[in-house]
């Protein structure tokens, strides 16, 4: 009892540190972790059987690939591409909204935000219109698709670990329609709310001038990365690392024809420094699963999930609502990482007390998880960059303009989705 009561005081403490910034996430959980470890909550070898080096492999490998993508210039190419074919101002908006949910499905969000945003502004001023609603619509929708397929979120990755899922399962599991086509269902809602949106601006559209690719290598090998882990859901008895080998010999082969490339001086060569990339949410994600495992061992996820049957009195309607969303209202102010990696067993666990399959649960969580994010403009890591970079511009957001086009689009995407999640999954 002493031990579970330590686990829970530990992860709410570290969780008060993430909510209000007091300090940096990194050493946030690693001092939670360090905790645990010293108070002999858990032990070393149980803190490092709980952190997933699959996990890890799948972020550090895409995180790779995904910064060389964007620098390539492909994402830049496509996006004037688009645009210059749009026939009014509305339509080059949602066009670029639309690419930039497409891109999220294979790149980081926040990533597909950094590498769309500058095409976004110049758009908005060759079609003078404020660039606010536009770059927080690029914003949400980067966040929505994250969701569709393996690679494309940190939540999508613990959702596939912790459901056994490969990239297949994304869009067909167990002989039916995976989390893909839930949330492509919740994206056409949601950008029928866009559409509404960005109906006043009537003007025609600019056509872009044409960007260069400086290489198509980085793309080819986005492309073959998914195409293995595809492949691989078919092999029967696959190691549990399967998928995270990959992204690593993926990454390894882009690092290898990058270093090659700059050493034979090819100037038009997309540049990386590996320092510069996201390295402080590999070691956060250690820290979490230290932390997330204490809550497992010691019988507290249990307990959440024993709590919340009670309240729903076993049925799966109540229980799926108060999964979905409270998932939502969560995350709309916290961060969604350490929240889904706590809540994903517990999904789980409620699933099999209503006797529903664990999909409809866990699917509902991952769903108001990631959407929850883009009802204020510091629930998802990719709004914080958005409202960032208007700010650069000159412009600021508040709450409440930002809220103006999240709360819909995210109310719409989610009921749209949680919709056919239960139609498919009950």
Not at 350 to 374: D, E, F, K, R, W
Request: charged letters at 10%; a positive charge; aromatic letters at 8%.
């Amino acid at each position: 009892m002493l031990e579970k009561g330590l686990a829970l005081a530990i992860f709410l403490l570290t969780y008060t540190l993430l909510i209000t910034r007091k300090t940096k996430p990194v050493i946030a959980v690693w001092g939670g972790a360090f905790a645990l470890l010293a108070l002999g909550v858990i032990s070393p070898a149980e803190a490092a059987q709980s952190i997933n080096l699959n996990v890890l492999g799948i972020f550090a490998g895409t995180m790779v690939l995904s910064a060389l993508f964007v620098r390539s210039k492909v994402p830049a190419y496509l996006a004037a591409a688009v645009v210059s074919r749009s026939r009014s101002s509305a339509g080059a908006m949602l066009a670029v909204c639309v690419l930039s949910g497409a891109v999220s499905a294979v790149v980081d969000n926040v990533a597909t935000v950094l590498m769309i945003v500058p095409i976004a502004i110049e758009v908005s001023k060759r079609l003078q219109v404020r660039p606010a609603p536009f770059l927080i619509g690029i914003a949400v929708s980067a966040n929505l698709e994250g969701v569709a397929t393996m690679i494309g979120d940190s939540t999508s990755i613990l959702l596939a670990e912790a459901a056994g899922m490969d990239f297949v399962d994304f869009f067909w599991t167990k002989g039916r329609p995976g989390i893909f086509f839930v949330v492509q269902l919740a994206a056409v809602a949601a950008f029928l709310v866009l559409r509404k949106i960005y109906r006043q601006n009537r003007g025609n559209a600019v056509p872009m001038e044409p960007v260069s690719v400086t290489s198509w290598v980085p793309a080819v090998l986005m492309g073959s990365m998914v195409v293995s882990m595809a492949v691989s859901g078919f092999v029967t008895e696959r190691p549990s690392w399967t998928t995270g080998a990959i992204a690593m010999v993926f990454a390894f082969l882009a690092v290898t024809w990058h270093c090659v490339t700059l050493r034979k001086a090819v100037g038009s060569a997309p540049t990386l420094n590996l320092r510069d990339l996201d390295w402080q949410t590999a070691l956060f994600l250690c820290g979490l699963f230290v932390l997330v495992g204490s809550l497992t061992s010691t019988g507290i996820v249990n307990d959440i999930a024993d709590l919340i049957s009670r309240s729903t009195r076993g049925n799966p309607i109540l229980a799926y609502a108060v999964i979905v969303w409270g998932s939502v209202l969560v995350s709309a102010f916290v961060d969604n990482i350490p929240y889904a990696m706590a809540m994903l067993p517990v999904a789980r666990l409620v699933a099999t007390s209503c006797g529903v399959s664990p999909y409809l649960m866990m699917y509902g969580l991952s769903l108001g998880t990631t959407l929850g994010g883009n009802i204020t403009p510091f629930g998802a890591a990719a709004n914080v960059v958005a409202v960032s970079l208007l700010r650069r511009e000159g412009y600021d957001v508040t709450f409440k303009e930002f809220a103006r086009i999240g709360l819909p689009f995210t109310v719409t995407a989610v009921l749209a989705g949680s919709l056919l999640n239960w139609v498919l999954w009950r």
